[in-house]
């Protein structure tokens, strides 16, 4: 039973062996380079002092040992922990608890305590491999460069660029996940998106929407100062374990603490009150919480009055919602919805929290803006202990959002407009027209509104529905062809619904390409015999990088052991695939690669900051992230701000918007929109986002300005043009001003430095091309300077909207799932209409909800997480203490529904969903659901429909732990906004096996 | 006669025999509760060494919620 | 004299198992071993409440009280270790433990067991530390390193405190006056008497 440590080459070698010979405590500290400041002082001082002074020496290499200390960050969640690793001769032989990150303190849970297991892992991708006749067969790295190559070019050739679907990753670092964006546009194609798709999409479009950026306002650190804290749709105690740590710190300083979910989660264990919502009633839920807020008058009538435009939309809508229509369609009672009403309205500032129970919806867009809508009401918006703590998922699914692999978006939310091409040509340093060439041309398509567009600026298809883009009649998509292969980089794609029709699809496809650690669910789930290749991927313990935790803080990541195996990383795979293209030179222009073929992730997040305007990753350059990693322990844990140290006054991580450049030295934003701060300090105004009047009124901000702002009232986003009306454009210094010129196409791109006689002929010019260039458009940073030199916010001084009128439902709307139990409820509260094309697909709503499955399938089904795995689990089911933990798959099923089937605990039974899927797994009987509602954990697969797939994975390769994909049963359901999938509210019926 | 000098030799080894199992000098007397295994170098160190004990102490301000 | 304890603090625990994959990756106790678990009480009822449970480094040991080959020692901390040459798997001390700390690796027909294992406080074992056969045999020893036992140290919510028992008693009380609460320090009374 003992472990063996796997090095690069597959040597082994145990654990003891590698502790080698004993030590005491002396040499220990001397060997792991813990008493690098000197044997004097180290004689002198105790440990815990002299840890703090080793941080500035943790990144050196240990003077005549080789026991190495390494500070990681956790790949498994959001929040962003780290932990230390100690390596000897190349083994990850001991984890340490990081306790000087202000993120967690040294806490881990039990994916985070386990990390170790990631340089011990023997169920790895070895070497490059494809199937031949249902045989793994090894390949050479430059094999299947070659042959993979080939055959993708081979289809660009016959079908176009948007033949071949990519997949990006919210587990790659920014650099990484930035390069699989950047891959995609060079290869032609908007058909690359990532799981972020499936995990927050709603919350981004529909926060975004709402006031600004889609992103955590606040952060876990902040819920210290919250007065009440709302969670609906997250189980923080399962998904976020460490979060819970700040979360009970703010229910133990006086924090009342709600949760609403359909099941009695361990989250729900610890809350002064619980409500039991009928899954997919979110938003009848929190119109009938605001319905006892407007009743009492427990709004915050200035802060509406000032920040928040189209409440009175809202208010018509939630008079429908009395407490017995509340109740009816929610389940909850008239007099816990009070009482959770005065408990938010007297305890502000309170945050609300949620998750996938919110977002995984086909209204999703509707839901999140709704718990927006509250926070708005009730004024907690902008505040220390308020906000919209959005807790995201994976480890980087904010920054893989923020810089990635999205299929609507360039990097940054630039769009997919010409102008948002334009500017990252500019920052890519390529030719535009170029760019547009390596796109398909022979047609232009349905953009979803039923004009027609250049591919380049129709959004492609996203995580959600590659399998349609696969499997619909291709005169029915909204580009020349199907998709014909797949290349996904990091993705389960058991975490996605639809299974037996995703299987269908795999099947006939010309392609599978698999970059991963681990080979997936998708290397075994079809009957595929030939035409699919696995490339051993590095894990991010292998590699360089940042990573953006939930509150949108950037970390550096260090390297702990090297790539195992023959696995490469994320980039430096696609460096190979560009070079096969014959784009790696205007690709990796300004982005250095080694002698290894790794492209310099410093270099990568450069680039990044040299791009992304829009949401301010510009300031946090590599090296002021690595000097927050050495100094971490310098910040405060509940503000995030450096008291004292080289990091004075900054806050920890530099979380965007880190406006202006890096020598600007902006602190980072804490609290987005915190108008009681200057923007200097991480204040912040709501964006000026959405124009600055809709339908005659005003909706920039009215008497609301951030602290010492020299314009004290609402303002529109920054531009040259502004500047030049508020008379501030003379502050742009001739090295702005000539990039500015530049961006408006009136000059050549300046090379070195300008002069003020460069640039004379434009201090004074008035040209609306030079008056365009913005914000977000200025690579010089310039214009943000200028803005925040006056205390103003670049992005302009708004009010946040209530109501969203490009969105299909302008206020939001309850609307009964696709699939749902209570069929009675339809008419009143039906579905969409079928749409032709959303994202190039056609999309389907009334047609789908217009049968009744209600008899056949009684059960609402609904998924979500366990706390020792992480999304589609392939990789925490082979680490083995993990594994331990969990070693079925199961559904929780009340007593009633148990005992109404015939049903023991434990027993074997089949779940079957209303389109067919079936799963065979064990029953768990508990109150934790209620009556008529069961819930499946999402993160197993290996499984297909009753039978284990052992026998395809690569020999030996197969995870500890095997069972059903939940979401072979799941069905059918898209959120019209962004093609979220519905994953949390669809129908079953289970009987025993 | 002739007989009985073997008997005595018999007699005086069976009894050397039996008094050997019981004499044994290698054998230790049983106390019950007390330890019977290896030392532990750490319990004496834990006894002596402040500066471990004062390491320890400083190491458990990682515990504090900070 | 420091008084080595351990304590979890009931309304901080969220059942994470950070402090089960902790020893696991600490001390490579193998798959069926489990030095350390989380125990549920009322699981997905209203007042669910989880304690990790290992063993308590009880102060008048009961393990140490019923084994017939005396293979038990307290350390002056109060860290209950013991020497598994010695141990023969009778399994008597998992009878008189009152927390089901003892574990046995290997279980046989006839009902033989494997030597008992169980939490050290990550303070490894008899001979010398810090060794590799200490290591097989004990786990780590993070204790002569100047580290305390890594489940703690790990704990998701710093619901699981290790060390001196004043200190760990001082960060309780603290919680305790803030939150208004009544005290639930689990398993205390039963492992380290009434001081």
Redesign the interface.
């Not at chain 1, 105790?46 to 002092?49: A, K, R, S």
């Not at chain 2, 500066?51 to 900070?66: H, M, T, V, W």
């Given at each position: 039973m003992k472990l063996i440590r796997k090095q690069a080459q597959a040597t082994s070698s145990s654990d003891a062996a590698k502790r080698g010979s004993a030590f005491d405590?002396r040499t220990f500290l001397k060997r792991s380079g813990l008493t690098a400041s000197g044997a004097a002082v180290a004689g002198s001082i105790?440990?815990?002092?002299m840890r703090r002074r080793a941080h500035a020496q943790s990144d050196s290499a240990p003077a005549g040992g080789n026991v190495e200390v390494k500070r990681t960050v956790c790949s498994h969640c959001s929040v962003g922990c780290g932990a230390i690793a100690h390596v000897e001769n190349g083994v990850w032989v001991q984890q340490e608890?990081d306790?000087d990150s202000p993120l967690n303190?040294?806490a881990n849970c039990a994916k985070g305590a386990a990390l170790r297991y990631h340089g011990l892992s023997d169920k790895r991708v070895r070497y490059p491999m494809k199937l031949v006749d249902g045989q793994w067969k090894r390949l050479s790295w430059e094999q299947a460069v070659e042959e993979i190559g080939d055959q993708f070019l081979n289809i660009r050739e016959e079908s176009g660029p948007d033949s071949v679907w990519w997949c990006g990753s919210s587990k790659a670092n920014n650099e990484g996940s930035y390069l699989q964006r950047k891959f995609a546009a060079f290869w032609g194609t908007n058909n690359i998106d990532h799981q972020a798709r499936i995990c927050h999409s709603t919350t981004v479009a529909g926060v975004a929407n709402t006031w600004g950026y889609g992103a955590m306002t606040n952060s876990y650190n902040d819920m210290h100062n919250c007065k009440a804290m709302l969670f609906i749709g997250s189980n923080a105690a399962e998904a976020h374990p460490v979060a819970m740590?700040h979360i009970l710190?703010g229910k133990e300083n006086g924090a009342k603490m709600i949760v609403v979910d359909p099941r009695l989660t361990r989250t729900a264990a610890h809350a002064d009150q619980y409500m039991r919502l009928r899954p997919g009633s979110d938003v009848a839920f929190i119109w009938g919480l605001l319905w006892h807020i407007f009743e009492n008058g427990w709004e915050d009538a200035e802060y509406i009055s000032q920040r928040v435009y189209g409440l009175d939309k809202i208010r018509e809508e939630v008079a429908n919602w009395d407490p017995a229509t509340c109740e009816e369609v929610t389940g909850v009672p008239e007099e816990e919805m009070r009482q959770a009403a005065q408990t938010l309205a007297e305890n502000r500032p309170g945050t609300i929290v949620w998750c996938m129970g919110g977002t995984q919806h086909h209204i999703g867009n509707n839901n999140t803006r709704a718990y927006c809508v509250l926070q708005l009401a009730l004024g907690n918006i902008g505040k220390s202990g308020g906000g919209a703590n959005i807790f995201r998922g994976h480890d980087n699914v904010q920054g893989a959002t923020d810089v990635g692999p999205n299929c609507q978006t360039l990097p940054g939310y630039y769009g997919l407009s010409d102008g948002a091409w334009k500017h990252w040509a500019r920052v890519w340093d390529v030719d535009y027209d170029w760019l547009k060439a390596r796109f398909d041309s022979e047609g232009e398509y349905d953009s979803g509104d039923g004009t027609l567009a250049h591919p380049m600026n129709i959004p492609g298809i996203p995580v959600s529905r590659w399998i349609d883009g696969i499997l619909e009649d291709p005169e029915s998509l909204s580009q020349r062809n199907n998709i014909r292969a797949v290349f996904f980089q990091g993705h389960a794609v058991n975490s996605q619904t639809r299974g037996p029709e995703m299987k269908k699809a795999i099947e006939k496809l010309d392609l599978v390409v698999i970059s991963d650690p681990y080979p997936t669910h998708l290397a075994v789930m079809s009957e595929r015999k030939n035409g699919v290749y696995l490339l051993p991927t590095s894990t991010q313990f292998e590699q360089i990088g940042s990573v953006t935790a939930s509150n949108r803080s950037i970390q550096w990541r260090e390297k702990v052991i090297d790539p195992m195996y023959e696995s490469k990383p994320d980039a430096a795979i696609l460096h190979l695939f560009a070079r096969k293209f014959g784009f790696a030179d205007e690709m990796f222009k300004h982005i250095s690669v080694d002698d290894s073929g790794m492209p310099s992730p410093e270099d990568t997040l450069r680039e990044i900051n040299r791009g992304h305007w829009t949401i301010g990753y510009t300031g946090q350059s590599p090296e002021r992230l690595k000097l927050h990693a050495e100094n971490r322990h310098t910040f405060d844990?509940t503000t995030l701000v450096a008291r004292g140290g080289p990091c004075d006054g900054e806050t920890y991580g530099l979380p965007w918007p880190c406006w202006g450049t890096p020598e600007m030295k902006h602190p980072g934003t804490h609290v987005l929109y915190d108008n009681s701060k200057p923007v200097s300090e991480g204040g912040l105004t709501f964006r000026a986002r959405f124009g600055t009047e809709h339908e005659g009124n005003n909706i920039l901000a009215e008497g609301a300005y951030s602290k010492n702002s020299d314009i004290e009232d609402g303002y529109p986003e920054f531009s040259y043009g502004l500047l030049r009306r508020l008379g501030w454009h003379q502050e742009l210094s001739a090295d702005e001003l000539a990039t500015v010129a530049w961006v408006a196409g009136l000059r050549e791109k300046p090379t070195g430095s300008a002069s003020e006689q460069d640039v004379a002929e434009f201090r004074d010019l008035e040209s609306d091309a030079l008056d365009a260039v913005n914000w977000k458009t200025d690579l010089s940073g310039g214009i943000q300077r200028v803005a925040i030199a006056h205390e103003c916010a670049p992005f302009g001084n708004a009010k946040a909207r209530a109501i969203v009128w490009t969105f299909p439902d302008q206020v939001p709307l309850h609307r009964e799932p696709l699939y749902t139990a209570r069929y009675d409820l339809v008419s009143k509260y039906p579905t969409f209409e079928d749409r032709q094309s959303i994202w190039r697909v056609p999309t389907r709503y009334e047609s789908v909800q217009n049968t009744d499955h209600s008899g056949e399938y009684p059960l609402v089904f609904t998924s979500g997480r366990l706390v020792e795995y992480e999304g589609g689990g392939e990789e925490t089911r082979s680490i083995k203490w993990l594994a331990e933990l969990q070693q079925d798959m199961f559904v929780e099923i009340n007593p009633a529904d148990a005992n109404d089937r015939g049903i023991k605990d434990n027993q074997w039974v089949w779940l079957e969903g209303p389109e067919g899927g079936h799963i065979k797994i064990r029953a768990m009987i508990t109150d934790r659901v209620g009556r008529g509602v069961v819930w499946t954990p999402y993160h197993f697969g290996g499984w297909y429909q009753g039978k284990d797939l052992i026998d395809r994975y690569p020999n030996g390769s197969e995870p500890y732990v095997r069972g059903e994909a939940c979401n072979t049963a799941t069905t059918y359901g898209y959120d019209p906004v962004t093609l979220m999938q519905e994953t949390k509210s669809t129908l079953c019926q289970i009987k025993a096996a | 006669m002739r007989s009985r000098i073997p008997h005595i030799l018999l007699l005086a080894v069976g009894v050397l025999l039996l008094t050997a199992c019981y004499e044994s000098s290698d054998v230790t007397r049983h106390e019950?509760?007390?330890?019977?295994?290896?030392?532990?170098?750490?319990?004496k160190?834990?006894?002596n060494d402040g500066?471990?004990?004062?390491?320890?102490?400083?190491?458990?301000?990682?515990?504090?919620?900070? | 004299m420091?008084r080595m304890k351990f304590l979890c603090d009931a309304d901080r625990c969220i059942e994470c198992n950070g402090c089960v994959t902790a020893c696991k990756n600490a001390n490579e106790v193998p798959w069926g071993v489990n030095r350390r678990r989380v125990v549920t009480l009322n699981d997905g009822l209203p007042g669910e409440k989880s304690i990790s449970v290992a063993c308590m480094h009880c102060t008048d040991a009961p393990c140490?009280?019923v084994c017939p080959?005396?293979?038990?020692?307290t350390?002056?901390?109060g860290i209950v270790?013991?020497?598994k040459?010695?141990c023969i798997g009778c399994g008597y001390c998992f009878y008189a433990c009152p927390f089901g700390a003892p574990q046995f690796p290997k279980t046989e027909a006839f009902g033989v067991r494997g030597k008992m294992d169980k939490c050290t406080f990550c303070?490894?074992?008899?001979?010398?530390?810090g060794t590799e056969e200490e290591f097989e045999k004990y786990g780590a020893?993070r204790?002569?390193d100047?580290?305390?036992p890594a489940c703690?140290?790990m704990?998701a919510t710093?619901a699981l405190?290790?060390?001196?028992g004043d200190?760990v008693a001082d960060?309780y009380r603290e919680r305790v006056m803030r939150r208004g609460g009544r005290p639930q320090t689990w398993g205390w009374s039963k492992a380290y008497g009434e001081g």
């Open positions: 405590r105790p440990l815990g002092m608890p306790f303190m040294g740590h710190r844990t | 019950p509760g007390v330890y019977k295994g290896e030392a532990d170098p750490l319990a160190k834990l006894e500066e471990l004990r004062e390491q320890l102490n400083q190491r458990f301000d990682g515990q504090r919620d900070r | 420091a140490a009280a080959v005396d293979c038990f020692y350390t002056d901390d270790l013991h020497d040459d010695l303070a490894g074992g008899p001979g010398e530390d020893n204790i002569a100047g580290k305390l703690a140290e704990c710093k405190l290790a060390g001196d200190m960060i």
